[in-house]
C-alpha cells in the first residue's frame, strides 16, 4: 500500500503549463491498444482449449498466466509501462516520481490477476464437474470484476493525479513521458 509519508508530485510545476498526468482518454487507448496486443494468445487458447485435454488445457491456461504477467507486469518494471502506454507516450512511475519495482508492478495488476485466476478456478471445477454452485460462483466474480472496474473509472475521474485504484494500491501515477526529466528534476529540489 502507498506510503504516506512518501513526497509526492505536486500537482503543477513552475514552467510546466500542460497537464502531465495521463487522463482517462489516453490510458483507454493505450489499454485499448494492449488488449488487441493480448488478443491472440487469448484467441489461440480459446481455440486450442477444443482440441486438448483438461491437463493440457491447464497448462496452456499456466502459460497465458505467464504471457500476461510479462506482458502487464515484467514489461512495465523494466520499461515504465506496457507497450500500450509506452506507444501513447506514458510512463508508471511511483509518487515519487523514481521507477517502480517487481512490488509496484505487481500491486497494479493483482486485483484483476486474483480476479482472473477465481474465474478461471471456477472453469476448471465445472470442467471436473465438482458438485459446487459454479454458475453462483461465476457470476459473483463477474459481479466483483464489474465493480472493480467501474471503481477504476471513477476513481481515475476524480482525483487531481488521475490515479486509479490501481495506482493507490501500488503507490503509483502514470504521467506523460515528456515530462519525466523534468518532474525529477524539480523532485530533486523537495529532498
Known amino acids: 500500500m502507498e506510503n504516506t509519508n512518501a513526497k509526492i ?5 513552475g514552467d ?15 489499454n485499448i491498444l494492449d488488449g488487441l496486443f493480448l488478443l491472440p494468445f487469448y484467441i489461440l487458447t480459446g481455440l486450442l482449449a477444443r482440441f486438448v485435454s483438461v491437463s493440457e ?3 496452456i491456461t499456466i502459460i497465458l498466466y505467464l504471457i500476461i504477467f510479462w506482458y502487464k507486469v515484467d514489461l512495465p518494471k523494466k520499461y515504465g509501462g506496457t507497450p500500450g502506454k509506452l506507444i501513447f507516450k506514458m ?11 517487481w512490488k509496484q508492478a505487481f500491486l497494479r495488476e493483482s486485483v484483476e490477476l486474483i480476479l482472473r485466476l477465481l474465474s478461471d478456478i471456477i472453469l476448471f471445477l465445472s470442467i ?3 458438485n459446487l454452485p ?9 459481479i466483483i470484476f464489474h465493480i472493480w472496474a467501474w471503481s477504476e473509472i471513477i476513481i481515475l475521474l476524480t482525483n487531481e493525479r488521475k490515479r486509479s485504484a490501481h495506482d493507490f494500491i501500488a503507490g503509483t501515477v502514470v504521467v506523460k513521458s515528456k515530462y ?4 525529477r528534476e524539480d523532485m530533486a529540489h523537495f529532498t
Request: without cysteine; glycine residues 8%.
Open 9 to 13: 508530485i505536486p500537482l503543477k510545476f
Open 16 to 30: 510546466i503549463e500542460d497537464d502531465f498526468y495521463a487522463g482517462f482518454g489516453i490510458r483507454l487507448g493505450a
Open 57 to 59: 488445457f491447464m497448462l
Open 91 to 101: 510512463k508508471i512511475i511511483k509518487i515519487d516520481s523514481e521507477n517502480i519495482g
Open 128 to 130: 471436473f464437474e465438482i
Open 134 to 142: 459454479v454458475n453462483k460462483m461465476n457470476t459473483i466474480i463477474t
Open 180 to 183: 519525466i526529466e523534468k518532474i
